[in-house]
């Protein structure tokens, strides 16, 4: 059965013919997660302005900009998280989001803050199965507020992935963290990327860690993506690949960054 789309500006379920797009991006059926006309402003302030997406299945897309271009503002319209955008979208299946701040709950052990909220059979089995697999075994029992902030992440993951989402979120996760972890997170996220194939949503200010992770790269801009750009580089990526480093120039380019500056923006 074709999924049906929710019209966030009438609050119903229709379907709709797909806004025009590129081929490899177009909306449709299969799509993980897709947006038209998405259209989001604070007061005179407009962040989003007539924004279309598409998402494929178990891509791994990554969301830059500058800040206050929207990126968390389109991520939590995503995770139906904002409810005054306007316009279509649709993100069949279940949805996970992970945040910079872990947001575990500080009065449940780990083992139970991953298990929040499960609705199976039996949740404190996934729970573990999760943990595993983010390496955190040894700290089920252990308080969130004893936790490093590399593990907090780790926790955090733990806790989206066990959902078994067919869209994961990511808004800015790895920002806090000191470069070693941040390198150590990147690893782990595709490799857990590579095991449940969800489509992934990146939100980050860092251009180096969207090359290093992303299927495609979009610059959000004055309301709208800007440009989509394909990372072909076979993965694990060499940050000094001639490919990656036209890439990295065009982006930061696009961003307004000249070269030589910081791509932290």
Do not use: Y
Request: charged residues 25%; hydrophobic residues 45%; without cysteine.
């Amino acid at each position: 059965m074709a999924p049906r789309l929710r019209s966030v500006e009438q609050s119903s379920e229709r379907p709709v013919v797909p806004a025009a797009a590129s081929p490899a991006h177009a909306p449709g059926p299969g799509a993980a997660a897709w947006v038209r006309g998405l259209s989001r402003a604070f007061g005179s302030r407009v962040v989003l302005d007539h924004l279309d997406l598409a998402i494929a299945p178990g891509e791994f897309v990554a969301l830059i900009g500058r800040s206050g271009s929207g990126k968390s503002t389109l991520l939590r319209a995503l995770a139906g998280l904002d409810r005054e955008v306007t316009g279509e979208l649709s993100a069949p299946g279940p949805v996970s989001v992970a945040f910079q701040d872990p947001r575990l709950v500080p009065w449940k052990k780990v083992l139970a803050n991953v298990a929040l909220g499960l609705r199976i059979a039996d949740p404190q089995t996934a729970a573990r199965t999760a943990l595993d697999e983010v390496g955190l075994t040894g700290r089920a029992s252990a308080w969130p507020g004893t936790l490093s902030g590399g593990e907090a992440q780790r926790a955090s993951l733990a806790r989206a992935l066990v959902r078994e989402p067919r869209l994961l979120l990511l808004d800015e996760p790895f920002s806090a963290l000191d470069a070693l972890t941040r390198i150590t997170m990147h690893r782990l996220v595709l490799r857990l990327w590579a095991a449940h194939r969800p489509a992934v949503l990146l939100v980050t200010h860092d251009v180096d860690e969207a090359l290093a992770l992303a299927d495609r790269v979009l610059v959000l801009g004055e309301g709208r993506i800007a440009q989509s750009s394909p990372v072909t580089v076979p993965r694990p990526r060499d940050r000094d690949h001639p490919d990656l480093v036209a890439l990295r120039l065009r982006l930061l380019t696009e961003l307004g960054v000249p070269a030589g500056e910081t791509d932290e923006l």
